[in-house]
């Protein structure tokens, strides 16, 4: 019987247990204690910030962003096609509508046809970008930065400026990858735009099991954020509260976890790109297979690898999944396209395109931080040769 390799897994060699225990022991499991404030500091000094908001995951998070960024139900937010559902979902939290954007070939929101579509198909009243279509007010952007590539930053903020735009940077796949030249050299994923949120998910670089984290250089949107994370009190001893909050906070408990995470996410990060860069030589003679690329110009986190399967390849997406599990490897295809799924069946879109073909031809291969060389190198060789093993 083949080894199961999991698709993408937790790592957690680290101080995990200590930490935990030790907060167990101190009885501080809740919301409260000392490592959810050790976090949330930690985290923003890791990506240069001026501060940090825990929060229960990234979904969580993306929903205060929205609010502290004024989105409103009369508002509309353009959002990406290619992405998991949970980074638009928010916006029907609120009541607001969404504008469904292509990919470019990173996998990020086309940069051109965002611009192409507020010069086309909007105008500008008092300041306010207005959808021509339904005469509503387009308040903000989410930008995903899919599998830890990052989205054209540059223009994309510089369309935020002309347009009166906020930006919300959805970096939940994306701690740790930042910019290496350009405008925004050295500035991570996440803290370029208005207000970035990053998950620990299980499945993400590091995980606190669930959990997220917001952060941003306003101090007055981190100030609302932490606000409405935490029921939005005004008086603590006599629980007043000045408007509907939200029960947020990370635990000490997931806090626990994180901080022995974050300890690991340089060498995590060291870890994914020895094994992408093995995956891209070992696939890089198989015809019909290409490893996708990471931009030239960041320093990624290498999150995911995805794998773009055409002719003369063997096999389709589908049967590409279905062979590697023959042999105990886990796989997957991106997620379905959002303005595709029922509830958003009837939104506005613009031109979507690239994201279909991407659709049709990505799988995502294993890319777990304790994902061993001999692991990738066996993965490589059924890929190789499909027919033989099928």
């Not at 409260?32 to 969580?60: D, H, L, M, R």
Request: hydrophobic share 35%; with cysteine.
């Amino acid at each position: 019987m083949n080894k199961f390799i999991p698709l993408s897994v937790p790592n957690l060699r680290g101080r995990e247990l200590e930490y935990l225990t030790h907060a167990v022991e101190t009885e501080w499991v809740s919301t409260g204690g000392p490592y959810v404030n050790e976090f949330e500091q930690k985290i923003g000094a890791y990506v240069k910030t001026k501060g940090a908001v825990s929060c229960q995951n990234g979904t969580s998070g993306l929903h205060t962003a929205l609010l502290v960024c004024g989105v409103t139900r009369d508002d509309e937010v353009i959002v990406p096609t290619l992405t998991f559902i949970a980074a638009v979902n928010p916006v029907k939290y609120i009541g607001a509508e969404p504008i469904f954007m292509d990919c470019d070939d990173s996998l990020n929101m086309d940069a051109n046809k965002l611009s192409e579509f507020c010069e086309r198909e909007c105008k500008v009243v008092e300041g306010k970008l207005i959808n021509i279509k339904t005469s509503k007010q387009i308040k903000a952007i989410i930008i995903v930065h899919v599998f830890g590539n990052m989205a054209d930053m540059e223009k994309i903020m510089e369309l935020a400026l002309r347009f009166n735009l906020k930006v919300i940077e959805d970096a939940t796949e994306a701690i740790g990858t930042y910019y290496t030249y350009g405008k925004y050299a050295e500035k991570y994923a996440g803290t370029i735009g208005d207000v970035g949120v990053y998950s620990f998910n299980g499945n993400k670089i590091i995980t606190t099991g669930g959990g997220g984290m917001i952060v941003s250089d306003d101090e007055v949107l981190l100030n609302k954020a932490k606000h409405l994370t935490t029921q939005a009190k005004s008086d603590e001893l006599f629980c007043t509260h000045d408007e509907i909050g939200y029960n947020y906070r990370m635990t000490n408990l997931q806090a626990a976890l994180g901080l022995a995470q974050l300890e690991q996410l340089e060498d995590f990060i060291k870890v994914k790109e020895e094994n992408y860069n093995l995956y891209r030589e070992s696939v890089k003679e198989i015809k019909g297979l290409t490893l996708l690329n990471f931009k030239e110009s960041i320093r990624p986190n290498y999150w995911f690898y995805g794998l773009y399967c055409s002719d003369p390849y063997l096999l389709d997406r589908d049967e590409m999944i279905e062979y590697l599990a023959s042999k105990g490897i886990q796989s997957r295809p991106i997620w379905g396209l959002i303005s595709d799924q029922k509830p958003y069946e009837d939104c506005q879109t613009y031109k979507i395109e690239k994201a279909k073909k991407y659709l049709e031809h990505i799988v995502n291969v294993p890319c777990s931080t304790n994902l061993s060389k001999e692991d990738v190198l066996f993965v490589s060789h059924c890929l190789k040769y499909p027919k033989k093993y099928k």
